[in-house]
């Protein structure tokens, strides 16, 4: 009986969470920057976000450590629990290929890579199709919009920022994962996330603490890199520096 209430409880909060997100999606959309542009009208707002970003960065990021394996394999582990998320993503985008791929990437690694510790789809040839809802939005025709910094998560966009939002709420984990077992995926997570600041390491200490300014670099890798990404610029050698850590 309390069960079902916390249920009836719940399906008014992601009824009203998809009306505000349709009511965003409906009521604007990005402004698509010529070729190379870099639009970024709240630069001085951004700045400072990202000196606080940077800040924690060089407290708690910088400074944990994990083993070698035991990283990788929080890596791996993270990037397992975002494949349900790019399943759905996929077929937003009418990409059944990669919906199929994905699907079959988290079955294999989810049971034979034990919770995806291991990559056992990856020695099989199943790749990741990686995708996310600012991919979702892209493909739909919706511009980037500015250049935005977000707090923690770092580099993004107005279109991107919004598909963070929109993927918390399809994300199929987030329906099922409740109580211990979504704590143990948050803590996955950021295990994660530090290792793969371990393994970036050296590029994101050289845009961060090098840089004459680090937050023009982080900018424009970032953009580089979304762009080469969704097809938008065929540069060769773009990169992100928050690729693993921030974007995935």
């Known amino acids: 009986m309390i069960e079902r209430k916390t249920q009836s409880r719940k399906m008014p909060l992601r009824a009203v969470t998809f ?5 965003v999606l409906a009521g604007c959309g990005g402004k698509p ?4 542009e870099i639009w970024d009208p709240y630069e001085a707002q951004n700045r400072r976000v990202h000196a ?3 800040k924690i960065d060089s407290l708690a990021l910088r400074r944990a450590s994990l083993p070698g394996p035991v990283g ?5 582990a993270a990037n397992n629990l975002g494949l349900p998320a790019a399943v759905v993503n996929s077929l937003l985008q009418a990409e059944g290929e990669h919906a199929v791929r994905n699907s079959l990437r988290f079955v294999i690694n989810s049971t034979i890579g034990l919770a995806g510790v291991f990559d056992p789809a990856g020695a099989m040839g199943v790749q990741e199709a990686s995708t996310d809802f600012g991919a979702t939005l892209a493909r739909w025709g919706w511009g980037e919009g500015a250049y935005v910094e977000l707090p923690v998560l770092g580099p993004s966009t107005e279109r991107d920022a919004l598909g963070r939002v929109v993927d918390l709420v399809i994300d199929p984990l987030n329906f099922t994962l409740r109580g211990t077992e979504a704590q143990v995926a948050a803590g996955v997570k950021m295990a994660g996330r530090i290792g793969d600041r371990q393994r970036y390491g050296d590029t994101i200490d050289s845009v961060l603490y090098d840089s004459a300014d680090s937050y023009a670099q982080t900018r424009l890798y970032y953009l ?7 097809g938008q610029t065929a540069a060769e050698d773009s990169y992100d520096p928050y690729e693993d850590p921030y974007h995935e």
């Open 224 to 230: 580089q890199s979304r762009r080469h990404e969704l």
């Open 52 to 54: 606080l970003n940077t």
């Open 72 to 76: 990788r394999a929080a890596s791996n």
């Open 19 to 23: 009306a505000v997100i349709a009511a």
């Open 33 to 36: 920057p010529a070729p190379g």
